[in-house]
T-cell receptor
């Protein structure tokens, strides 16, 4: 069973479109995260939710909006996609501040 | 603001060597530090989590140490193998800030 899963794995879309990436964890964790890994492979935190409450909100354009319908899910919606949004997006989860477990990533390509 | 630095950026060693990867951070007020490996095109695999109150953690051939006061952590890999080739990343909490990683190549 996959602990942290993301869909889709690959996403190719045109500039200006709106898209969503979904994340689900079956570990019973109370904290979930979204990270962006750019072309230079640098991993940067975007958002973190604890029990459906936003606890980390880094400097990210307003076009990015996380949504946590419940503790097991954290989705990322991106409006008006730009070329610079092309990256790999990783979801992760943990119980409080303990060990983080990462999903396989979603490779977003904006053309 | 917390900054995390990993040195060296890349490392190439022959099989069987013991090696040390370094991670430094600027703000010592951390909860814990976690080491990961990332294989090309893959997600991150957790290796070791070391709490701020701990000095070291061990798992198999891996040993991580933490010196909070000096803002440093090291990951020691004993008897390296070609399968250890990957990028190694460290992350500090609660900020969830990552270093840029060390790309390790172990040559047979």
């Amino acid at each position: 069973d996959t602990a942290v899963s993301q869909t889709p794995k690959y996403l190719v879309t045109q500039m200006g479109n709106d898209k969503s990436i979904k994340c689900e964890q079956n570990l019973g964790h109370d904290t979930m995260y979204w990270y962006k890994q750019d072309s230079k492979k640098f991993l940067k935190i975007m958002f973190s939710y604890n029990n459906k409450e936003l606890i980390i909100n880094e400097t990210v354009p307003n076009r990015f909006s996380p949504k946590s319908p419940d503790k097991a899910h954290l989705n990322l919606h991106i409006n008006s996609l730009e070329l610079g949004d092309s990256a790999v997006y990783f979801c992760a989860s943990s119980q409080d501040w303990s060990e983080q477990y990462f999903g396989p990533g979603t490779r977003l390509t904006v053309t | 603001k917390q900054e995390v630095t990993q040195i060296p950026a890349a490392l190439s060693v022959p099989e069987g060597e013991n090696l040390v990867l370094n991670c430094s951070f600027t703000d010592s007020a951390i909860y814990n530090l976690q080491w990961f490996r990332q294989d090309p095109g893959k997600g991150l695999t957790s290796l070791l989590l070391i709490q701020s109150s701990q000095r070291e953690q061990t798992s198999g051939r891996l040993n991580a140490s933490l010196d909070k006061s000096s803002g440093r952590s090291t990951l020691y890999i004993a008897a390296s193998q070609p399968g250890d080739s990957a990028t190694y990343l460290c992350a500090v909490r609660p900020y969830c800030y990552f270093g840029a990683g060390t790309r390790l190549t172990v040559k047979p």
